[in-house]
């Protein structure tokens, strides 16, 4: 069975500073990666996605992930956080793109970023 | 562009009674709508997968009894929590794309309270 492991529950950086978030996962083939946000009281809004190609994708809000095969990873950057980046991230993966597949999440990662 | 409101955001309910959630697609069709549960410090579970004009595919540990689902059009889902229970408690979450080549859209939840 595939699965997603986030293992910092909680990450607080300063305004201005670097940010990434872990993501490793379990699947035996290639996954369809996605980087979720929560803003506080909002549903989930998609930041950027991996499905083949490039292993470094660019997202919203000048995030970016690269993919690794060989560490089964694929973490989340951004090069200076903003006070509004405080939310939380979830990974996720999903086994391909016919209907019946389905995203499988991580446990998210609170960011706090201090001003 | 597309959009997924649920409602309610919020509700509280006795234990052992039962709680219905609903959650309308805006500026596209949703085709496959996916309800997940984020029970308190936990990742979304997938509780089942309803796509118009097929079975709907429940994930282990959760049934249709407990769970009923409907989605009778391209625009609207709902779904019921029979006989509510403490760990019934959490954000429920509902996904909803167009096809299997597009992204979900997620609404903002329905956060539900058992006392």
């Known amino acids: 069975a595939q699965s997603v492991t986030q293992p910092d529950a909680r990450v607080t950086v300063s305004e201005g500073a670097s940010l990434q978030l872990r993501c490793k996962y379990s699947?035996?083939?290639?996954?369809?990666l996605f980087w979720y946000v929560q803003y506080p009281r909002q549903g989930l809004q998609l930041l950027l996605k991996?499905?083949?190609?490039?292993?470094v994708v660019q997202g919203v809000n000048s995030f970016e992930a690269e993919f690794s095969k060989s560490n089964s990873s694929f973490h989340l950057q951004k090069a200076s956080v903003h006070w509004s980046d405080s939310a939380v991230y979830f990974c996720?993966?999903?086994?391909?793109?016919?209907?019946?597949?389905?995203?499988?999440f991580g446990i998210g990662t609170r960011v706090l970023v201090r001003p | 562009g597309a959009l997924v409101y649920q409602y309610p955001r919020r509700t509280i309910c006795k234990s052992g009674t039962s709680m219905r959630m609903e959650c309308q697609a805006v500026?596209?069709?949703?085709?496959?709508v996916a309800w997940y549960r984020q029970s308190p410090q936990k990742t979304f579970e997938l509780i089942a997968l309803?796509?118009?004009?097929?079975?709907?595919?429940?994930e282990q540990n959760f049934t249709q009894e407990k769970f009923p689902i409907s989605h009778p059009n391209l625009s609207f889902s709902s779904m019921t929590v029979l006989n509510a229970y403490l760990e019934d408690r959490g954000l429920y979450l509902c996904?909803?794309?167009?096809?299997?080549?597009?992204?979900?859209?997620f609404g903002s939840g329905t956060r539900l309270l058992v006392i």
């Open positions: 996720a993966l999903s086994m391909g793109n016919s209907a019946g597949n389905k995203l499988t």
């Open positions: 699947y035996s083939a290639t996954p369809y």
């Open positions: 991996y499905y083949s190609g490039d292993p």
């Open positions: 500026g596209f069709q949703a085709t496959s």
């Open positions: 309803s796509t118009v004009n097929s079975a709907i595919k429940y």
């Open positions: 996904g909803a794309r167009p096809n299997a080549n597009s992204d979900y859209t």
